[in-house]
């Protein structure tokens, strides 16, 4: 099993930055990717962007292409989302999310809010 605990979701102006993170802990050692989903209010879960825990490599949305980065910390179970430029269309709640082969596993989910 493994374990994901985000932080640093709250109320944000548009135009302001946020970091997320994400911590997990348990079987890490069996994971491939983190990453982050987002889901707005009446919508879908929708991917945001991913990190490869093998060669560090990033995908991203293209909706957040050029204002959301996703990178590794230095304790190599966490993992960021650096969110510039905030718009009100960015208001969701964000799930962390780790896969390994044959699992997949999701945090709680911090809120973000952005008001105009």
């Known amino acids: 099993q493994v374990q994901l605990v985000e932080s640093g979701g709250g109320l944000v102006q548009a135009g302001g930055s946020l970091r997320l993170s994400c911590a997990a802990s348990?079987?890490?050692?069996?994971?491939?990717?983190m990453g982050w989903f987002r889901q707005a209010p009446g919508k879908e879960r929708d991917f945001v962007a991913r990190?490869?825990?093998?060669?560090?490599?990033?995908s991203y949305s293209d909706s957040v292409k050029g204002r959301f980065t996703i990178s590794r910390g230095n304790a190599k179970n966490t993992v960021y989302l650096q969110i510039n430029n905030l718009k009100p269309e960015d208001t969701a709640v964000y799930y962390c999310?780790?896969?390994?082969?044959?699992?997949?596993?999701w945090g709680q989910g911090p809120q973000v809010t952005v008001s105009s």
């Open positions: 990190i490869s825990t093998r060669d560090f490599s990033t």
């Open positions: 348990g079987r890490t050692y069996s994971l491939y990717t």
């Open positions: 999310n780790a896969d390994r082969p044959g699992a997949t596993y």
